[in-house]
């Protein structure tokens, strides 16, 4: 497993710091669990949901991310790019060793 660290920049809290920690504190921050080799990663913000593409896992993590729960979703062979229609709340999935896409419904997390 590998650890994804999410970070939102926040620009008043930059110009105000002096420590090298954009958060003004020193310290870690911890990561979340994702699938094997994350490769891409794709936001709805209509939805406030991560996703992340793992290409040796052959899946997508889903991050919740208000809470930073995790879901998995197994895709096609080597998962290589990830892009998300906040509109239609769909997402698509690109897999490059099976060729093909593979398309999540982002309200149930389930395929299409």
Same mark, same amino acid.
């Given at each position: ?26 310290? $870690? ?27 040796? $896992? ?22 290589? $790019? ?31």
């Amino acid at each position: 497993m590998f650890l994804v660290a999410l970070i939102i920049v926040v620009p008043e809290r930059i110009a105000a710091q002096s420590s090298g920690n954009i958060f003004g504190q020193s310290g $870690s921050y911890p990561g979340i669990r994702v699938g094997l080799s994350p490769i891409a990663i794709a936001v709805n913000p209509n939805t406030n949901t991560v996703y992340v593409a793992n290409q040796d $896992s052959n899946s997508v993590t889903v991050i919740d991310g208000q809470t930073t729960k995790t879901r998995d979703i197994l895709v096609g062979i080597n998962p290589s $790019s990830i892009a998300v229609d906040p509109i239609s709340n769909r997402v698509l999935v690109a897999n490059y060793g099976s060729n093909t896409v593979t398309v999540i419904d982002g309200k149930t997390n389930r395929l299409v």
